[in-house]
């Protein structure tokens, strides 16, 4: 096969791989955004709670803690895929269109390089508190199904590097995606 053929697939696999997991992606940062909503209405009946019945939630600090955890990691493959995260394009900007892709590339073989070793960090850490269904010291909310979510997202996130690299939708060179 020639590099252009092989170029091709590549592209064609890349934006399968996209349009597959798209949907997938949007329905987590959804998932995000309602655990952020969450957080402002838990913290606003605490609040009320505390200043007119004198007894605020005993659990909120615990129960919004682990919602800002999900809300990021639920957020996190989607602003991956679009290349919506903060970047630092200063350098970048500057070289050309050819010297970017390979910036491009090799940053999202760093970021899936990332995923892959804190996937591998957060596998035994679920496992130790699925075996011994560890909770919350005050809610007694059972901690595996909150830690679930960062190995789901790490490994989604990296998929996200790789076929946003692939695809060449990595907007390095022009800050969009």
Known sequence: MSERKIKRRRLAIANRIERLLAPVFVAMAVLAALAGGAIVVLIGASVTMRYFAFAPFRFTE?????????????????????????????LVSALPDRAARSVSILAALFGAAFCLWFLALCLPWLDFAFDRNIKTEVGRLLMYPWMALLPVSMALSMVAFLAGSASGNGGW????S
């Open 173 to 176: 060179k022009t800050g969009q």
């Open 62 to 90: 615990e129960l919004v803690g682990l919602l800002m955890t999900a809300a990021f990691f639920l957020a996190l493959p989607l602003a991956t895929l679009r290349a919506e995260h903060v970047r630092v394009l200063v």
